[in-house]
């Protein structure tokens, strides 16, 4: 791609990028929390989402980026939380971030021990609590397509029946898309019994 390009993606710091960019070259990211921006990003996700999937409530905001094992100071929570229902509001609500280069932090169960929920540059939270099913699960190949809000248990209660399982055991209430983010092993066996 040549610098010219109009498709070639811009990062925050100024230089070109691309999916295949080191992050080392990307350059530093300003981020832009400013009053007058967030508002802005909060009335283009309510004309998105509907106002009842943007939140701001100071409760839900800090239950969003602290749990008893991993607490985070009131500092580091989001400026707003979102609920999408599918890929295509995530992705919409990505460009919104992007382009109004503001933070974003996912949120799926919220068990997180690492602390990886925690909102360390503010910003927007995006909680999967909404995309919770099971899209797709192919035996034959031991492969499953799920939205990042199921839960483990209840991946492992549908696969019983065909005599599959996925293995890992993170804790209760774990969701896959905190698997992914924490970096866990995701596969799943048949059941030798």
Request: hydrophobic fraction near 35%; include cysteine; aromatic fraction near 6%.
């Amino acid at each position: 791609m040549d610098e010219e390009s109009h498709d070639t993606p811009k990062c925050f710091g100024g230089k070109y990028s691309s999916s295949t960019t080191s992050v080392l070259d990307v350059g530093v990211v300003m981020h832009q929390l400013s009053e007058e921006n967030v508002d802005g990003a909060h009335k283009e996700l309510v004309a998105l989402l509907s106002s009842d999937c943007v939140l701001a409530d100071n409760d839900i905001l800090r239950a969003h980026s602290s749990t008893p094992w991993s607490p985070a100071p009131p500092t580091q929570s989001p400026t707003l939380v979102v609920t999408p229902r599918s890929t295509p509001e995530v992705s919409q609500i990505m460009k919104t971030c992007s382009r109004r280069r503001i933070p974003v932090t996912a949120y799926s169960g919220g068990t997180s021990f690492a602390g990886a929920l925690t909102a360390t540059r503010r910003g927007i939270c995006i909680d999967f609590q909404k995309m919770d099913k099971i899209v797709a699960v192919h035996e034959k190949d031991m492969d499953v397509v799920v939205q990042p809000g199921v839960g483990w248990q209840d991946l492992n209660r549908d696969l019983e029946p065909r005599g599959l399982f996925f293995p890992p055991d993170p804790g209760a209430g774990a969701r896959i898309g905190g698997m992914v983010r924490d970096a866990h092993y995701l596969h799943f066996s048949r059941d030798p019994h």
